[in-house]
């Protein structure tokens, strides 16, 4: 290889080394490759609307017209994390049956942090089906709620956090009401009544055969009076036939 190949082989090399530096100067420190990052244009007097995603969850924020000054560029970057203290502190939380963390920044087109109080009313909306709280997380606060789902949407204003989790609640049972609870009392009382009332059928019976019995024993009765009478018509024909006889 001649000396003119070997120079030119060498700013190539220069190159692509000095463009990979300036790609990864890009990202904020500590971010990875695999951070999903939505773009914006500032424009002034106008609201900038950035939005970017991580795994299902689709997150968009609106910052205020003038919020953001000699910034021409807004960056919104999302990525999944692993924090062991936080999921610590969900495993303090038995209801909570799912959860994801991610990590939000804001920087510009340098790679610069854009400083939270610039975004003090900042907007943010996140979608993520599935879920039903998201709550912001750091070692001094630790969980803290901050929106709760409608529809599998999550709106709150932005406070300049950059950890956030979305949890799962396992959801509670209903408990029957009062109301609900009368007819089968009702019920309840109505089967004893009837209980009740077929063990009480054999007593009320027996009245009925005491009745009969009484009836037998006044026909006997009766039977015996007409037998008594017609002993007694016998008994007084005979003496009246014994006077005449003498």
């Not at 904020?28 to 007097?45: L, Q, R």
């Not at 999550?154 to 209903?174: H, I, M, N, T, W």
Request: no cysteine.
């Amino acid at each position: 290889m001649n000396t003119k190949k070997i120079i030119v082989a060498a700013m190539v090399a220069a190159i692509a080394v000095s463009s990979a530096v300036i790609s990864v100067s890009a990202l904020p420190a500590g971010w990875s490759e695999s951070a999903n990052i939505g773009t914006a244009d500032v424009k002034p007097n106008e609201d900038t609307k950035v939005v970017t995603s991580v795994d299902n969850a689709t997150i968009e924020a609106t910052i205020p017209a003038n919020a953001v000054t000699g910034v021409e560029t807004v960056k919104l970057g999302a990525a999944a994390a692993t924090d062991v203290d936080a999921e610590a502190a969900l495993a303090q939380k038995p209801d909570i049956v799912d959860s994801k963390i991610i990590d939000l920044y804001f920087f510009d087109e340098d790679g610069e942090d854009i400083a939270p109080t610039y975004l003090s009313n900042t907007k943010f909306v996140i979608n993520a089906a599935g879920y039903d709280i998201v709550y912001t997380f750091s070692e001094e606060d630790g969980l803290n709620e901050v929106a709760e789902a409608e529809n599998g949407k999550f709106e709150f204003v932005y406070d300049g956090s950059s950890r956030y989790v979305l949890a799962k609640v396992e959801s509670q049972p209903s408990q029957p009401s009062q109301t609900s609870q009368i007819p089968q009392q009702s019920q309840v009382s109505q089967a004893s009544q009837q209980s009740q009332a077929s063990q009480q059928t054999p007593q009320q019976s027996q009245p009925s055969q005491q009745t009969t019995n009484t009836g037998d024993s006044s026909a006997t009765a009766g039977v015996f009076a007409v037998v008594g009478l017609a002993s007694l018509g016998t008994a007084l024909v005979a003496s009246k036939s014994k006077k005449h006889a003498k």
